[in-house]
């Protein structure tokens, strides 16, 4: 069985799986039931100076008959007093020795940010994690986002911090910023040994329609909130390989945050250089109960890959996370559907017609028919292979259209059926690997048929 | 105006639960988010009438409930029945794709239903089909108040013509109001729907007219002053009489025609079944497993349906045969009834069988079997003797003859559909044939 301790910049825990600062983390009792369920660690519900929160607090995005693909919160920093939350945080230190406890913390001026971490580490914690992120209400104070979105208050705050600090420092940034680098860097250059990111996405959940009030409502008024669940990973992914593959940033210990729901989730966060993951909507939506499959499912997926430790997964994927300009223009795909499973929706078909290159033809219909629905060209053969599930009597699998296909995934993506539209390498046009790059070096980047390729024939262009 | 008839209570019918009840709005938009939204999707095909089923699925899903409803109005105006009525499991949600996958299909008629009956409740049927045309001045007959005409009227009426339907019975909507098992469809869910039909523009239903082939008495219209007085006659004469076996002792108390003991059982509050313990039904199609099924859910202890071949020559949907099993109903296979026996009072104690081969009786000791109701579900007789009224319309082996594109007949005024035409099918066949009858029409009438 694979080693799924880590160390995070000094912070030893017995599983990358930690409770993000949030809810799930609001108290004493539940983050002992977190760990009982099997959490490695939790970062405690934000500590600050008091707050009073409103009702209601949190709407959902959802899809179809999936509920809470994203979820969004107005609530604030923790509304309980900061002497219960310290106490209890020192109880699950003393009772949980082993496990991860990180005080969040998030205040304004200098000697309160002196006076909150000597308190925080009092507790015997771990770590503290930097609320830069959050971007409601606490922003329109000066604090949170507010912080993380101005890379030069977050150096020097960060600075102040790591002069009192005793614990190793935490970085928790927002998303809600142009680029991820700026306060990453910041960061960095004030000392911090780690990150944390992303805190949730400034957002407008949706409107009640016959209220005319977006939700989460307040009586009658709403406000923006932050954004998270499993909506929000593919952004959370990008921020973190920025950061992972950025000269200035790849040093620092980062701790994943962002929709992740399960171990295949973590594992591609881990891939793609976090150390820790840290989890809350999922959680606020199944329960603490989930991390069991978590550990199991990264472990067997660990020993799979002949891999030891959880280690020699981090930042796996980070190279192969290139720039455009640096893939091959010569790798080619083409479309290929099953007809042993394909059940005879023609899904692919509307979808190739109306959102991708019109290149997946269903069998059956006159050469008018094929150009009424859109084709503009149609091959000479279009084989007639019934499909061949029970019922489907008198329907053809769709047919691919090799001369059109450009093997954008999108059939692939909206069969319903797994497994049954495979992409499959083929040769390239160009027959030897070429990147745009390689192009631009030789001065051949240019597009026949573009404006520039076009002077250029008639010698115009410089 | 025309007042439809109140059925009054403590009609048997009301005793028997709907075995689909409607869906909630949960309940809906969540089986609707199931669907695929297939193209060239199977069910719209195997669907008589053509509805656009993946795109009334996906506007459940939306909420966009009216837009559902709609779009099932726009290809069958009678959308409400057939959610009810309509065989699914052979038509549309026999022909899901996910039924391919090994998977529960959609259930596509119970969405249908919910799409219609909410919107038809919140805002009438006439607000969700296409706005009324001005009056025209045409007329069109229409023979017998079952689902053909009452389609075909309300369609014709959009356009802007008059219709006058006939119907000689005193309760309109023929086999959907009378014939339809009550856990299906009761009877006034059926005149609920014909109430909004008639309400869609210049429609008349002369209740209690029969339509004669000779001269007119009382109560009663000639064929002929049809021609005279209308523009277009249509004919919806549905199916005569049930059949009956010409067996000893059948004649008298205890034995019923199934369709007459069926409409009986949905309308009159005067038929009680005190003392039936044990009931046998003639019969392997589906009118014989509805009342079968019906009788046992009304508390007959003992139902048996005897077939005078095996389970698998039944014309009866597998389906309908499995409910009524799972509530008791047993089948007696290779049977013929060849007698039925009556007390020294004249009261039905039960019948004699014998044995029977591809459907024939084969020589042998006849056996008993007691019981105290018989129904006969052996096939109905053709009730087309009305249309030699019509000159030109022919009449083969009991049904009319029409032109299946047109559904045109013999005579250049005359249209026709429903079981007259097809020999008896569903509701929904009977919606398309009014349909095509209808599309052809305002082309002679001068419509667009």
Known sequence: MADLSIDFCGIKSPNPFWLASAPPTNSGPQVMRAFDAGWGGAVWKTLGDPITNVTSRFWAHDYGSTRMMGLNNIELITDRPLEVNLKEMYEVKK??????????????????????????????????????????????????????????????????????????????????????????????????????????????????????????????????????????????????????????????????IGGISNWRDAAEFIALGATSVQVCTAVMHYGYRIVEDMIEGLSDYLDSKGMKSVNELRGRAVPAYAEWGELDLNYNLKARINAETCIGCNLCHVACMDGAHQCILIPGRTHEEHVKAGHTHIPSSIPEVPVKAAGAIGRFVPVVDDAECVGCNLCHLVCPVPGTIAMTEVPGAIGKSETWNDRVAQGRDLNPGSLQSTLAKRGLAK | MYQLPVLPDGRLEQRIKDYKPA??????????????????????????????????????????????????????????????????????????????????????????????????????????????????????????????????????????????????????????????????????????????????????????????????????????????????????????????????????????????????????????????????????????????????????????????????????????????????????????????????????????????????????????????????????????AVAKAFPGVQVEKGSVVVDPKTQRTGHPKVWSGGDCVNGGKEVVNAVQEAKLAVRDMLRALGGK
Request: hydrophobic residues 40%; proline residues 5%; charged residues 20%.
């Open chain 2, 23 to 384: 869906y909630s709005p949960g309940e809906a938009v969540t089986e609707a988010n199931r669907c695929l939204y297939c193209v060239d999707a199977p069910c719209v095909k195997a669907c008589p009438t053509g509805i656009d089923i993946p795109n009334f699925i996906h506007k459940i899903s939306t909420a966009n409930v009216a837009g559902a409803a709609r779009t099932i109005l726009k290809e069958n105006l009678l959308g409400t029945s057939c959610a009810r009525v309509c065989p699914v499991e052979v038509l549309c949600v026999g022909a899901c794709v996910y039924n391919a996958w090994g998977r529960e299909p959609i259930a596509i008629g119970r969405l249908q239903r919910f799409a219609t009956e909410t919107a038809i409740a919140s805002q009438g049927l006439a607000k969700l089909v296409t706005a009324k045309k001005a009056p025209t001045g045409k007329k069109v007959a229409l023979v017998g108040a079952g689902p053909a005409s009452v389609a075909a009227a309300g369609l014709l009426a959009l356009e802007g013509h008059r219709a006058v339907i006939f119907e000689k019975k005193a309760v309109p909507g023929g086999l959907n109001t009378l014939g339809i098992a009550p856990y299906k469809q009761s009877a006034n869910q059926a005149l609920e729907e014909i109430r909004h039909v008639l309400a869609l523009g210049d429609v008349e239903l002369k209740a209690g007219v029969e339509v004669v082939a000779g001269a007119a008495g009382a109560g009663q219209a000639s064929g002929e002053s049809l021609l005279k007085d209308y523009d277009a006659v249509f004919l919806g004469l549905g199916l005569g009489p049930d059949s009956a076996l010409g067996a000893s002792g059948e004649q008298g108390a205890g034995v019923y025609g199934a369709v007459e003991l069926i409409e009986r059982i949905k309308v009159d509050p005067k038929l009680v079944l005190n003392g039936v313990k044990r009931a046998v039904v003639v019969g392997g199609g589906n009118t014989a497993i509805d009342i079968a099924h019906e009788l046992k859910l009304l508390g007959v202890a003992d139902v048996a349906m005897v077939y005078r071949r095996g389970e698998q020559d039944m014309s009866g949907y597998a389906h309908e045969l499995t409910h009524a099993r799972k509530h008791g109903v047993r089948l007696v296979e290779q049977r013929v009834v060849t007698a039925f026996t009556r007390g020294a009072d004249g009261k039905l104690t039960g019948l004699t069988m014998a044995r029977a081969e591809n459907g024939k009786p084969v020589a042998g000791e006849p056996e008993a079997l007691s019981c105290e109701l018989v129904a006969l579900a052996i096939g109905q007789a053709t009730g087309t």
């Open chain 1, 95 to 256: 009772r949980y020795p082993k496990h991860t406890v990180i005080a969040s913390l998030m205040v304004e001026s200098r000697e309160n940010w002196r006076e909150i971490i000597k308190k925080a580490e009092d507790t015997g914690c771990d770590g503290l994690e930097l609320n830069f992120g959050c971007p409601h209400g606490m922003c329109e104070r000066g604090m949170g986002s507010a912080v993380g979105q101005e890379p030069k208050v977050l150096e020097e705050i960060t600075r102040w911090v790591l002069e009192d600090a005793k614990t190793p420092v935490i970085v928790k940034l927002t998303p809600n910023t142009g680029d991820i680098l700026e306060p990453g860097e910041a960061a960095a250059k004030a000392g911090a040994p780690a990150l944390s990111l992303i805190n949730t996405i400034k957002s407008l959940l949706g409107v009640d329609l016959d209220r005319f009030v977006p939700n989460p409502r307040v009586g009658g008024k709403s406000t923006n909130g932050g954004y998270c669940g499993p909506a929000v990973k593919p952004i959370a992914l990008h921020m973190l390989a920025q950061l992972t593959r950025n000269p200035a940033t790849k040093h620092l210990a980062i701790s994943g």
